[in-house]
Structures are given as C-alpha cells and as structure tokens.
C-alpha cells in the first residue's frame, strides 16, 4: 500500500495519547458512559474525530479511544487508550457503557480486534455494543450526497463503491454486505445503468498487491466501457495530513482514466453527529420530560379545517412540547417539525398520526422517520420513496383515532343531534374509503365495530339501518362505483323512511353534498372533532411517552 520517506513521522503519529477534552458535567447513574471507539487515521484523520467527538461530548457521558493495527513493539500501545477511556467513564459516574464504532462495518478486522479486547479492561462495567455505522440510514444518506454532488444522468452512468481493508476473501464478503445495505439505499434514490463494490485487501494480507492490482484493473475495464464511471470512497481511512490519505492514494490510481472521482470519503459530514447523537439516545433512561416532544400530522387542508384542529390540541400544549406537520407525510414539513423540537433539546419524540385508522399513512411516516423500509416494499417500481428526515431524535409512533375506545360517543352525539323518529330513520356513516379493497374494508370492520356499540344505546337500536359505506374519492373510477352504492343506497332507503348521513371524518363532510346531490336526506357534517379526539391524544400520547422515557432499540420504535 502506500509508502512514504516520512514513515517514521506518521507511525509515530499512530501511537496519539487519548485526548481529555476537558471537565464535563457528571451525568446522571442511571445513564450509561458511551465509548466512542474511532480508526486511527493520523494527524488530519484524527483531528476530524476529535472535532466531531468534541461536539457530541457537550451533551453525553462520552470518551474516546483510537485503536488501529499494531506496529513493531508498539502493539500495546491502544490498550492504554481503551484504559484511559474506561477511566473516564468511570469518573463521570457511567455505571455502564455502551460502545459506539465508528466504523462502518462490523466485519473491519480492527474493529473485531478491538471486541475481543475491551471485556478485559471493563473492570466491573457492563459493556454493551450499539450497532456499525452501516446499519443507519443516516449513513446511506452521507454516500448519496456524495453521489449526487457528481452523478449527472444517472441512467448512463455506472457506480462504483470502494471500500477498503480486507484481510482475505471472508472479510471482503462480510464488508461488501454491509456496504450492499448502503449501495441498496442509494440505489432508491438514483437508478444507475450498473453499480458494483469493490473492496481493496490490507496491504498485510496474504497476497494484497495481486489482488489490489487485480480489483484496479478491473475498474480500469469499467472505465473503458461507454457511459460515465463514478467512483466513491465508502470508507473512513487514513489521512496523514491533505497528501497522504487514502482518498488521494487511491485517486491516483484512476487519473489517467475516464473515471469521475469523489475525492471526499465518509468523514466529514454533518449527519455523522446526528448518527452519534441518534446511537446514544436509543440507549438512554429516565429522559427528562423537556427531552420528550411531541408531532402531530393530521391531514390539514383550508384554513377552517386547520383551525378547528388547532383548537382541539391547543389544550394539550400546557403539557407536551408539541408541533405540527400538516400533511400526507410530507418530509419537508415534517423535517421542520422535528428539528424545531430538537432545537429545544428534545431527545425523544412522538409522533401522532391524526388520521382514522393505526395503518393509515403509518408505512410512509414510518419510513420518512427511519423506522421501517416497508413502504419501499409497497412502492411501485419505478417511484422513488420520500427522503428520510435527517435527525437524532428517537421517535415512537400513533394513530387511528376511529379505532380509539370512545369515539362511538362522538357517532352518537352526531346522530342525536339530528335523529328525531329512530324507528323510521336510516343512519349512513359515510368514510373517505381507500384504494384497495383490502383496505377499504378493513375501514368498514372497524366502522361496523363502531356501530356495534351504538347499538347497545337505547336510542340508537330503535333505528332501522345502521351502514357503514364509503365513497373512494381520491380515485376517480373507484368512486364512481362507490358514489353510485350510497346514492342507491340512499335512494332506496329514502322510499320508506328518512335518511341520516353522519360524516364519518375528522372534520366536515369533503364533497358529500355535491356526490349526494339531489337526493332525500339529511347531512350532518361535523365529524369527529371534539373533546373525545383530544381526550384521545392526550392518552395516546401518555401511553407513548411512558415508552420512550426508556431505552428504546430499532425494533422497539414504531
């Protein structure tokens, strides 16, 4: 690999003291100490650690402990840092600690190294691993801004991602899967002709420079082909100082070719804090209540109908931090709502979907927060998903009102409100209705639950028909199929006694007066806007947040 006059000046620089940043609050016992354990990069590599651990550090229980490969007599000189940065945990009161890597694969020989080092200088501390950089989407998003900065067309380009540090071929599969989850990501966002990784070997494994000179000739072929060739570092390496870096040791390589290079690496970048500040607050206890903010996303639409549910949650900003994101998942509102929370030191957020049932928009939202992929599952090929929100925050998540314990109450009162002689009177509850019929009824089933218990009100058996039906009006030949049922529907009924249509919506009753135009009925409009939606997220936030005031892991979010 590469070699240098100055060896002795940057081995020498390899073996770098643990830095001590200076006093930092102790935190409290029940939050664990975070390790930060980062690649020896030298001189310029370092300095870049050191700035991004100095500002995490400001707000967590934190150390930092370089490791790197062992040179000569040198190889004990890393199990001082690991020392070191134990002690300082144990001074700031951590009666645990959680590692965080900042590596991007699990499968990087030092970072296994150091796994199998650390148990021995815990002295007493539980010691708990949090998951490689890969794993974070936060991460795809640092390689797709990398891309994008010198991706044109994508459709005639091809992208290479390098990664580096391989020992034998074991390694370079474990290293390439990890950097597949990444090439994956980007892969959502940009559709390239071809896209591969190649993964250089340590320049101290067996065979290195064969198989090294064997992986550049190979992207050397690619170079040749028609098209634009794109490669990308998808590593955090060595940077001695602005020459001596491994960007520019493997850039070289490729100067004479018909080859677009990205000269920046992982490192630096902005979304590395928020990884690091996103990692330690899946694992913190006991946040305060100012840490815990709340979201809500209702549909919106003109300004009547943002007013009327502003007045509903008005109340409930004496006691939650709460924004809102109007939308259907919109992630630039939704980004703006979130990032005014976290401006006010909030480490954990819910998130409320005002919207009818549990499922709806949850596969979206869920995704735009960084819970799930699903929604890219559900996706028509060929759409490009949402951007996901760029945050540290932890967030868990509601919704559903209409399957919510009360809101039969609120059926009720709509139908008192209008209802005169049950016995002769037709009750419509008429919903908005979705796409596939799958969907639409399961809407119906949890309508029907509803009106199971309005049956059980006195007033409300004495009525002839109770139906739930929907209209599908956001898609144009469903809804005229729909449209057509209730207008029978009504039509029908109408012939012996009257019809009430209750509006089975937030808020309003949409365009039912001019789909239901000319018929004998009467509309009550009002939806479901009243103090039991309020009572309703008052407890659905509660719920949630006695979640979050824990540890919360991946698999725990949503």
């Given at each position: 690999?590469?070699?240098?006059?100055?060896?002795?000046?940057?081995?020498?620089l390899?073996?770098?003291?643990?830095?001590?940043?200076?006093p930092?609050?102790?935190?409290?016992?029940?939050?664990?100490?975070?390790?930060?354990?980062?690649?020896?990069?030298?001189?310029?590599?370092?300095q870049?650690?050191?700035?991004?651990?100095?500002?995490?550090?400001?707000?967590?229980?934190a150390?930092?402990?370089?490791?790197?490969?062992?040179?000569?007599?040198?190889?004990?000189?890393?199990?001082a840092?690991?020392?070191?940065?134990?002690?300082?945990?144990?001074a700031?009161?951590?009666?645990?600690?959680?590692?965080?890597?900042?590596?991007?694969?699990?499968?990087?020989?030092?970072?296994?190294?150091?796994?199998?080092?650390?148990?021995a200088?815990?002295?007493?501390?539980?010691?708990?691993?949090?998951?490689?950089?890969?794993?974070?989407?936060?991460?795809?998003?640092?390689?797709?801004?990398?891309?994008?900065?010198?991706?044109?067309?994508?459709?005639?380009?091809?992208?290479?991602?390098?990664?580096?540090?391989?020992?034998?071929?074991?390694?370079?599969?474990?290293?390439?899967k990890?950097?597949?989850?990444?090439?994956?990501?980007?892969?959502?966002?940009?559709e390239?002709?071809?896209?591969?990784?190649?993964?250089?070997?340590?320049?101290?494994?067996?065979?290195?420079?064969?198989t090294?000179?064997?992986?550049?000739?190979?992207?050397?072929?690619?170079?040749?082909?028609?098209?634009?060739?794109?490669?990308?570092?998808?590593?955090?390496?060595?940077?001695?100082?602005?020459?001596?870096?491994?960007?520019?040791?493997?850039?070289?390589?490729?100067?004479?070719?018909?080859?677009?290079?990205?000269?920046?690496?992982?490192t630096?970048?902005?979304?590395?804090?928020?990884?690091?500040k996103?990692?330690?607050?899946?694992?913190?206890?006991?946040?305060?209540?100012?840490?815990?903010?709340?979201v809500?996303?209702?549909?919106?639409?003109?300004?009547?109908?943002?007013?009327?549910?502003?007045?509903?949650?008005?109340?409930?900003?004496?006691?939650?931090?709460i924004?809102?994101?109007?939308?259907m998942?919109?992630?630039?509102i939704?980004?703006?709502?979130?990032?005014?929370?976290?401006?006010?030191?909030?480490?954990?957020?819910?998130?409320?979907?005002?919207?009818?049932?549990?499922?709806?928009?949850?596969?979206?939202?869920?995704?735009?927060?960084?819970?799930?992929?699903?929604?890219?599952?559900e996706?028509?090929?060929?759409?490009?998903p949402?951007?996901?929100?760029?945050?540290?925050?932890?967030?868990?998540?509601?919704?559903?009102?209409?399957?919510?314990?009360?809101?039969?109450?609120?059926?009720?009162?709509?139908?008192?409100?209008?209802?005169?002689?049950?016995?002769?009177?037709?009750?419509?509850?008429?919903?908005?209705?979705?796409?596939?019929?799958?969907?639409?009824?399961?809407?119906?089933?949890?309508?029907?639950?509803?009106?199971?218990?309005?049956?059980?009100?006195?007033?409300c058996?004495?009525?002839?028909?109770?139906?739930?039906?929907?209209?599908?009006?956001?898609?144009?030949?469903?809804?005229?199929?729909?449209?057509?049922?209730?207008?029978?529907?009504?039509?029908?009924?109408?012939?012996t006694?009257?019809?009430?249509?209750?509006?089975?919506?937030?808020?309003?009753?949409?365009?039912?007066?001019?789909?239901?135009?000319?018929?004998?009925?009467?509309l009550?409009?009002?939806?479901?806007?009243?103090?039991?939606?309020?009572?309703?997220?008052?407890?659905?936030?509660?719920?949630?947040?006695?979640?979050?005031?824990?540890?919360?892991?991946?698999?725990?979010?949503?």
């Amino acid at each position: 690999m590469m070699k240098h006059p100055m060896n002795k000046l940057w081995i020498a620089l390899l073996l770098l003291t643990m830095v001590n940043f200076g006093p930092v609050t102790v935190f409290a016992q029940t939050q664990p100490g975070f390790l930060v354990v980062a690649p020896d990069r030298g001189f310029l590599g370092n300095q870049e650690t050191k700035k991004l651990f100095e500002q995490f550090q400001l707000h967590y229980p934190a150390a930092l402990a370089f490791v790197g490969d062992t040179y000569g007599n040198h190889g004990t000189a890393y199990t001082a840092y690991v020392k070191n940065a134990f002690k300082q945990l144990r001074a700031l009161n951590a009666k645990s600690v959680v590692v965080i890597p900042l590596f991007l694969s699990d499968a990087d020989p030092q970072l296994q190294a150091i796994r199998n080092l650390l148990p021995a200088h815990a002295d007493g501390l539980t010691v708990e691993w949090a998951p490689s950089m890969s794993e974070s989407y936060l991460i795809g998003q640092i390689l797709l801004d990398r891309v994008q900065d010198i991706s044109q067309s994508p459709e005639d380009e091809r992208l290479i991602l390098i990664g580096i540090g391989a020992r034998d071929e074991q390694s370079e599969q474990a290293i390439k899967k990890d950097l597949a989850r990444i090439l994956e990501y980007i892969q959502r966002y940009r559709e390239f002709r071809d896209s591969e990784i190649v993964v250089y070997y340590h320049r101290d494994a067996e065979n290195a420079r064969e198989t090294n000179d064997g992986i550049t000739a190979h992207i050397t072929k690619q170079a040749a082909r028609q098209g634009r060739t794109l490669v990308v570092p998808a590593f955090i390496g060595v940077k001695f100082d602005h020459m001596m870096a491994m960007t520019n040791w493997i850039q070289r390589k490729f100067q004479k070719l018909n080859v677009v290079f990205q000269p920046s690496e992982i490192t630096p970048h902005s979304n590395l804090l928020v990884w690091l500040k996103k990692t330690a607050n899946q694992y913190l206890s006991d946040v305060a209540p100012g840490e815990i903010g709340v979201v809500i996303m209702p549909h919106g639409s003109i300004q009547p109908y943002n007013d009327a549910i502003e007045e509903v949650v008005a109340p409930l900003t004496n006691r939650y931090q709460i924004e809102m994101a109007y939308g259907m998942g919109d992630s630039a509102i939704i980004q703006q709502a979130v990032s005014r929370l976290e401006q006010r030191g909030v480490k954990k957020i819910v998130f409320g979907r005002m919207y009818g049932l549990v499922e709806h928009m949850k596969a979206k939202t869920d995704y735009i927060l960084g819970l799930s992929d699903e929604y890219v599952h559900e996706l028509q090929q060929g759409r490009t998903p949402p951007a996901q929100i760029r945050s540290a925050a932890i967030f868990s998540t509601f919704g559903g009102y209409e399957q919510g314990a009360d809101i039969a109450q609120v059926l009720h009162e709509r139908i008192m409100e209008i209802s005169q002689n049950p016995s002769e009177e037709t009750v419509i509850l008429l919903a908005h209705g979705t796409k596939t019929d799958e969907d639409n009824q399961a809407w119906l089933s949890v309508i029907n639950a509803n009106i199971e218990k309005l049956r059980q009100d006195p007033h409300c058996a004495k009525l002839k028909t109770i139906k739930a039906m929907t209209v599908r009006e956001d898609w144009p030949e469903l809804r005229e199929k729909a449209v057509k049922e209730v207008r029978e529907f009504i039509e029908e009924s109408s012939k012996t006694g009257k019809v009430l249509v209750i509006s089975n919506r937030l808020y309003g009753s949409g365009q039912y007066s001019k789909m239901l135009d000319g018929l004998d009925f009467e509309l009550n409009g009002k939806g479901f806007l009243s103090p039991v939606i309020e009572q309703w997220l008052d407890q659905s936030i509660q719920q949630v947040t006695e979640r979050l005031k824990g540890p919360v892991r991946l698999a725990e979010k949503s």
